[in-house]
C-alpha cells in the first residue's frame, strides 16, 4: 500500500466526491480541489471567513461551504470557477447547512430552529418551513430523492410533515405518538417512515407516506430506551439498537420482533472466527552490515509492521467500562450496518475499541475502523436460513 505526502487540512474537512474524482480539503478560509488519481490541485477557491463544514453536491458538480459564525454559505462551481453563488441568512443566523439529493437546492437551519430556508440555485427561489425541530435526525430525504421528511415542534406536541422535493409543497402534516421526537428515517423503498422517541421512552412508530400509524414496538419501560436504528437495504428488517446492549430485529410484515442480539463480552460460538493483530519488527539477519546498508536499515528497522492471527475460542474481547459519572458516556449499541445481501448485520457497543463499522460493497466483508488500526475481516457465508432467521 502507497501513501501519498500529508496535506494540510482544518476541522477534519477532508471529502472524495461522490463519483470518486476528486478530492476537496479545507484550510482555514481556502478550498482544494485536487485530482484523485494525480492528486495535483485542479482548483482552488477563498472564502469570506474559516470553513466549517463542507459537502458535495450529488453529480460532484458543486461544493458547499458554511461559515456558521457569520450566517454565511458559499457554493462553487467545478465547471465554472469562476461562477460562485452567496447566501447570507443575515441576523437570524445559521446552525446547519446541507445539499437536497437533486444537488441544486440549498436546506439552511436557522440559529433556535425558527426555520428551515430552501435556496434554488436555478431559479434563485426561495421557501421557508417553519417549526423544524432540534433533534437527532430531524430531516431525512427518501432514497429516490423525491420526498422530504421533517421533524416539527409546535404546541408543545411532535409532529411530521412529507414535503415533495420537486416544488416543496407539503404532501402530509401529522401529528406523531411521542413525547420528545428523536429522530425520523425512511426505509429504502420509500414505502415506511420510522419515527422514534428520546431515549427516556424506548417507542418506536411506523407511518406510510400518507401518514397512518401502521406499528408501535416498545420492548421495554422505565430505563433508557432507543440509541441507533438502521434499516435493511431490502426494507423487510429494521434493526434498534438500546441502551440495554440489544440488538432487536423487526419484520416489515407483522411488525414484530423476529429475534434479539446481545454483547456478550466473550466469544465462545464455534462458527465465529476471530482475528488479532500483532505487532512485530523486522529481524536484523547478521552483524556483518555494510555502510549502505546500515543507511537502508535505519529507516525501516523501527518501523512496526503487523500481521493478523486466529485466535483460538473461547476470547475475551476488550471492554472499557464507561465513567458513569461523567456526561455522553459509552453505553448501547451505537452504531450498526446491513451487508448489502441483508444477511449480516454489523453492530458497535458499548466501550468496544472501535469508531466505525462499514460492509464492503460485495457484502462478504467488514471492514472496522479502530482508534489504531484498520481491520479487514473475511467471512464466508454460511448455510441459509430460514427468511426469519436470515438476520445475523
Not at 476541522?11 to 485530482?35: E, F, H, I
Not at 453563488?85 to 439529493?101: F, M, Q, T, Y
Request: with cysteine.
Amino acid at each position: 500500500m502507497n501513501f501519498s505526502e500529508v496535506f494540510k487540512q482544518s476541522n477534519q474537512l477532508c471529502r472524495v466526491s461522490p463519483d470518486g474524482k476528486y478530492l476537496a480539503t479545507c484550510v482555514q478560509y481556502r478550498l482544494v480541489v485536487r485530482d484523485v488519481n494525480t492528486l495535483q490541485i485542479l482548483h482552488l477557491y477563498t472564502c469570506l471567513d474559516q470553513i466549517v463544514h463542507m459537502e458535495w453536491s450529488s453529480d460532484s458538480l458543486f461544493i458547499l461551504c458554511a461559515m456558521y459564525k457569520r450566517g454565511l454559505v458559499q457554493v462553487w462551481s467545478l465547471e465554472q470557477p469562476d461562477w460562485y453563488c452567496k447566501i447570507d441568512e443575515g441576523s437570524i443566523g445559521l446552525v446547519s447547512s446541507r445539499w437536497s439529493p437533486d444537488g441544486r437546492h440549498i436546506l439552511n437551519t436557522t440559529e433556535f430552529h425558527l426555520r428551515v430556508t430552501v435556496w434554488s440555485l436555478c431559479t434563485k427561489a426561495v421557501s421557508y418551513i417553519k417549526y423544524p425541530k432540534a433533534c437527532q435526525k430531524g430531516i431525512d430525504f427518501s432514497r429516490d430523492g423525491c420526498y422530504m421528511a421533517l421533524a416539527e415542534r409546535r404546541d408543545c406536541r411532535d409532529y411530521v410533515s412529507v414535503f415533495v422535493c420537486d416544488d416543496w409543497h407539503l404532501l402530509r402534516h401529522f401529528e406523531t405518538e411521542t413525547q420528545d421526537l428523536a429522530g425520523v428515517e425512511w426505509s429504502p423503498n420509500g414505502c415506511v417512515l420510522a419515527v422514534w422517541d428520546s431515549c427516556l421512552e424506548y417507542k418506536v412508530l411506523l407511518y406510510s407516506l400518507d401518514g397512518r400509524l401502521l406499528s408501535t414496538f416498545s420492548a421495554y419501560e422505565w430505563s433508557l430506551g432507543i440509541k441507533s436504528l438502521a434499516w435493511s437495504p431490502s426494507s423487510q428488517f429494521l434493526a434498534i439498537g438500546s441502551y440495554d446492549g440489544k440488538v432487536r430485529i423487526l419484520n416489515h410484515i407483522t411488525w414484530k420482533k423476529v429475534t434479539e442480539f446481545d454483547h456478550p463480552a466473550s466469544i465462545n460460538n464455534t462458527k465465529a472466527v476471530v482475528y488479532k493483530e500483532v505487532e512485530r519488527k523486522p529481524v536484523v539477519g547478521s552483524a556483518d552490515l555494510s555502510i549502505q546498508q546500515h543507511i537502508t536499515m535505519g529507516s525501516t528497522l523501527f518501523n512496526t509492521q503487523s500481521k493478523y492471527e486466529i485466535c483460538p475460542l473461547p476470547v475475551q474481547v476488550p471492554v472499557v467500562k464507561p465513567d458513569l459519572d461523567r456526561a455522553n458516556p459509552k453505553v448501547g449499541v451505537s452504531s450498526m450496518a446491513f451487508s448489502s445481501d441483508n444477511r449480516y448485520l454489523a453492530t458497535k457497543n458499548g466501550g468496544f475499541q472501535v469508531q466505525s463499522v462499514t460492509w464492503h460493497c460485495s457484502g462478504d466483508s467488514l471492514i472496522l475502523l479502530g482508534k489504531e488500526q484498520l481491520c479487514l475481516c473475511y467471512m464466508e457465508v454460511g448455510e441459509e436460513e430460514e427468511e426469519d432467521d436470515d438476520v445475523k
